[in-house]
Protein backbone atom coordinates (compact mmCIF):
# COMPACT_ATOMS: atom_id res chain seq x y z
CA UNK A 1 0.00 0.00 0.00
CA UNK A 2 1.18 3.30 -0.83
CA UNK A 3 0.73 6.10 1.20
CA UNK A 4 0.87 8.86 -0.94
CA UNK A 5 -1.81 7.28 -2.80
CA UNK A 6 -3.85 6.35 0.48
CA UNK A 7 -4.06 10.26 1.40
CA UNK A 8 -5.11 11.45 -2.16
CA UNK A 9 -8.16 8.61 -2.15
CA UNK A 10 -9.16 9.72 1.89
CA UNK A 11 -12.68 10.37 2.64
CA UNK A 12 -13.30 13.50 4.20
CA UNK A 13 -13.01 13.32 8.40
CA UNK A 14 -10.68 10.15 7.57
CA UNK A 15 -7.46 9.51 9.32
CA UNK A 16 -4.54 7.45 8.39
CA UNK A 17 -2.36 5.71 10.88
CA UNK A 18 0.43 3.27 10.69
CA UNK A 19 -0.07 0.09 12.59
CA UNK A 20 1.92 -3.22 13.25
CA UNK A 21 0.34 -6.56 12.70
CA UNK A 22 2.33 -9.72 13.49
CA UNK A 23 6.12 -8.80 12.37
CA UNK A 24 4.81 -6.15 9.23
CA UNK A 25 3.14 -2.89 8.98
CA UNK A 26 0.43 -1.90 7.85
CA UNK A 27 -1.72 1.33 6.42
CA UNK A 28 -5.20 1.15 8.72
CA UNK A 29 -7.86 4.05 8.04
CA UNK A 30 -9.99 5.11 10.76
CA UNK A 31 -13.22 7.26 10.56
CA UNK A 32 -14.58 8.23 14.20
CA UNK A 33 -17.67 10.74 12.92
CA UNK A 34 -20.74 10.19 11.75
CA UNK A 35 -20.47 6.02 11.48
CA UNK A 36 -16.86 5.23 13.38
CA UNK A 37 -15.42 2.44 11.46
CA UNK A 38 -12.00 0.97 11.20
CA UNK A 39 -10.25 -0.61 7.74
CA UNK A 40 -7.62 -2.58 6.96
CA UNK A 41 -5.64 -0.95 4.17
CA UNK A 42 -3.26 -3.02 3.20
CA UNK A 43 0.84 -3.79 4.39
CA UNK A 44 3.22 -0.80 3.62
CA UNK A 45 5.06 -1.27 -0.05
CA UNK A 46 8.32 0.87 1.41
CA UNK A 47 9.33 -2.41 2.59
CA UNK A 48 10.19 -5.51 1.30
CA UNK A 49 7.45 -8.68 1.82
CA UNK A 50 10.51 -10.69 3.57
CA UNK A 51 11.39 -8.23 6.39
CA UNK A 52 9.78 -8.77 9.53
CA UNK A 53 9.78 -6.00 12.41
CA UNK A 54 9.91 -6.91 15.92
CA UNK A 55 9.10 -3.55 17.11
CA UNK A 56 8.87 0.32 15.30
CA UNK A 57 10.21 3.84 16.73
CA UNK A 58 8.77 7.29 14.60
CA UNK A 59 9.67 10.65 14.14
CA UNK A 60 7.51 13.10 11.95
CA UNK A 61 7.31 10.75 8.84
CA UNK A 62 10.46 8.39 9.38
CA UNK A 63 10.06 5.16 10.70
CA UNK A 64 12.95 3.16 12.38
CA UNK A 65 12.11 -0.51 12.01
CA UNK A 66 13.75 -3.30 14.66
CA UNK A 67 13.77 -6.52 13.13
CA UNK A 68 12.65 -9.88 14.30
CA UNK A 69 15.81 -11.79 12.71
CA UNK A 70 18.20 -9.51 11.78
CA UNK A 71 20.76 -7.55 13.74
CA UNK A 72 20.30 -4.85 11.46
CA UNK A 73 17.46 -2.27 11.30
CA UNK A 74 16.17 -0.02 8.74
CA UNK A 75 14.86 3.00 8.57
CA UNK A 76 11.94 4.14 5.73
CA UNK A 77 9.97 7.09 4.38
CA UNK A 78 6.26 5.41 3.63
CA UNK A 79 5.22 8.69 1.56
CA UNK A 80 8.50 8.70 -0.02
CA UNK A 81 9.42 4.94 -0.40
CA UNK A 82 13.05 5.74 0.44
CA UNK A 83 14.85 3.16 3.00
CA UNK A 84 18.13 3.19 4.26
CA UNK A 85 19.88 0.03 5.98
CA UNK A 86 21.77 0.47 9.56
CA UNK A 87 24.54 -2.16 10.44
CA UNK A 88 24.97 -1.25 14.35
CA UNK A 89 28.63 -1.71 15.62
CA UNK A 90 27.36 -4.31 18.13
CA UNK A 91 24.20 -6.37 19.01
CA UNK A 92 22.59 -7.90 22.12
CA UNK A 93 19.66 -10.23 21.39
CA UNK A 94 19.14 -12.45 24.42
CA UNK A 95 16.56 -14.94 23.14
CA UNK A 96 16.41 -13.46 19.78
CA UNK A 97 15.02 -10.23 21.87
CA UNK A 98 16.47 -7.12 20.62
CA UNK A 99 17.74 -5.56 24.49
CA UNK A 100 18.52 -2.27 23.23
CA UNK A 101 16.36 0.90 23.30
CA UNK A 102 16.09 3.53 20.81
CA UNK A 103 14.97 7.06 19.42
CA UNK A 104 15.10 9.01 16.08
CA UNK A 105 15.21 12.78 16.30
CA UNK A 106 16.66 15.47 14.12
CA UNK A 107 19.10 19.24 13.95
CA UNK A 108 17.57 21.84 12.25
CA UNK A 109 20.46 23.27 9.77
CA UNK A 110 19.47 26.13 7.73
CA UNK A 111 18.93 24.25 4.52
CA UNK A 112 17.25 20.79 5.99
CA UNK A 113 17.13 18.60 9.33
CA UNK A 114 20.01 16.53 9.90
CA UNK A 115 18.84 13.32 11.74
CA UNK A 116 19.87 11.25 14.13
CA UNK A 117 19.66 8.03 15.92
CA UNK A 118 19.62 7.48 19.33
CA UNK A 119 20.90 3.58 20.76
CA UNK A 120 21.47 2.59 24.04
CA UNK A 121 21.15 -0.90 26.37
CA UNK A 122 21.09 0.16 30.60
CA UNK A 123 20.81 -2.67 32.95
CA UNK A 124 20.31 -1.56 36.10
CA UNK A 125 20.30 -3.21 39.49
CA UNK A 126 20.96 -2.13 43.24
CA UNK A 127 23.98 -3.32 43.36
CA UNK A 128 26.26 -0.85 41.30
CA UNK A 129 28.75 -3.35 40.76
CA UNK A 130 26.16 -5.21 38.17
CA UNK A 131 25.16 -2.10 36.43
CA UNK A 132 25.72 -1.93 32.75
CA UNK A 133 24.91 0.44 30.11
CA UNK A 134 26.44 1.60 26.29
CA UNK A 135 24.89 5.20 25.02
CA UNK A 136 26.06 5.66 21.53
CA UNK A 137 24.50 7.75 18.52
CA UNK A 138 24.02 7.53 14.85
CA UNK A 139 24.67 10.15 12.55
CA UNK A 140 22.69 9.85 8.63
CA UNK A 141 24.62 12.51 7.12
CA UNK A 142 28.26 11.05 8.14
CA UNK A 143 27.34 7.28 8.12
CA UNK A 144 28.75 7.21 11.75
CA UNK A 145 28.59 5.63 15.29
CA UNK A 146 29.86 7.94 18.01
CA UNK A 147 29.77 6.60 21.53
CA UNK A 148 28.53 9.12 24.25
CA UNK A 149 30.74 9.79 27.71
CA UNK A 150 28.08 9.46 29.62
CA UNK A 151 27.24 8.53 33.26
CA UNK A 152 23.64 8.72 33.94
CA UNK A 153 22.12 9.54 36.94
CA UNK A 154 18.41 8.57 35.21
CA UNK A 155 16.74 5.33 34.71
CA UNK A 156 15.00 4.06 31.65
CA UNK A 157 13.06 0.58 31.84
CA UNK A 158 13.27 -0.93 28.68
CA UNK A 159 9.14 -1.17 28.36
CA UNK A 160 9.47 2.95 28.39
CA UNK A 161 9.71 4.16 24.94
CA UNK A 162 10.29 7.52 23.85
CA UNK A 163 8.13 10.36 22.48
CA UNK A 164 9.73 12.61 19.99
CA UNK A 165 8.57 16.38 20.09
CA UNK A 166 10.81 18.69 18.11
CA UNK A 167 13.91 16.44 17.22
CA UNK A 168 14.02 15.54 20.19
CA UNK A 169 12.95 12.23 22.58
CA UNK A 170 11.48 12.81 26.06
CA UNK A 171 10.83 9.32 28.84
CA UNK A 172 9.07 8.43 31.52
CA UNK A 173 12.19 7.91 33.99
CA UNK A 174 13.19 7.96 37.49
CA UNK A 175 16.47 8.32 39.73
CA UNK A 176 19.28 6.02 39.47
CA UNK A 177 19.77 5.11 42.96
CA UNK A 178 15.55 4.88 43.86
CA UNK A 179 14.84 1.42 44.42
CA UNK A 180 13.40 -0.31 41.35
CA UNK A 181 10.99 -1.96 43.59
CA UNK A 182 9.93 0.94 44.56
CA UNK A 183 9.62 3.49 41.57
CA UNK A 184 9.49 2.54 37.83
CA UNK A 185 8.71 6.02 36.75
CA UNK A 186 8.09 9.43 38.77
CA UNK A 187 10.05 11.73 36.02
CA UNK A 188 10.82 13.14 32.75
CA UNK A 189 13.91 13.16 31.04
CA UNK A 190 14.82 14.35 27.05
CA UNK A 191 17.69 13.60 24.90
CA UNK A 192 18.79 16.88 22.68
CA UNK A 193 19.87 15.56 19.27
CA UNK A 194 21.96 19.02 18.57
CA UNK A 195 24.50 18.99 21.76
CA UNK A 196 23.76 15.00 21.68
CA UNK A 197 22.98 15.38 25.76
CA UNK A 198 20.45 13.95 28.55
CA UNK A 199 18.72 16.90 30.27
CA UNK A 200 18.45 17.26 34.15
CA UNK A 201 15.25 15.00 35.62
CA UNK A 202 11.97 16.81 35.85
CA UNK A 203 9.60 15.82 38.62
CA UNK A 204 5.90 14.60 37.17
CA UNK A 205 2.65 15.71 38.75
CA UNK A 206 2.27 12.22 40.22
CA UNK A 207 4.73 8.98 41.37
CA UNK A 208 4.04 5.67 39.46
CA UNK A 209 4.97 2.56 41.63
CA UNK A 210 6.48 -0.41 40.65
CA UNK A 211 3.40 -1.62 39.07
CA UNK A 212 1.91 1.07 37.86
CA UNK A 213 2.81 1.65 33.75
CA UNK A 214 3.01 4.79 32.70
CA UNK A 215 3.28 6.11 29.36
CA UNK A 216 3.46 9.25 27.35
CA UNK A 217 2.16 11.02 24.26
CA UNK A 218 2.22 14.06 22.18
CA UNK A 219 -0.70 15.89 20.90
Not at 156 to 167: E, L, M, R, S
Amino acid sequence: MQIGQALAAAKEGESQMIVMMGNNLSLTSIILNGDPSIEHKGKLTCLDEQVKISQFYHCEGLLLCILKDDSRFVVCNPYLEQTRWIEPRYSHRPYGMDRFSYALGYVNTDSCRSYKLLRFIDYYYNAPEKQFFWYEVYDFDSDLWTTLDVTPHWRIAFCNTGVPFKGNTYWCAAERNVDVDEVLANRLICFDFTSERFGPLLPLPFSGGHHDYTTLSCV
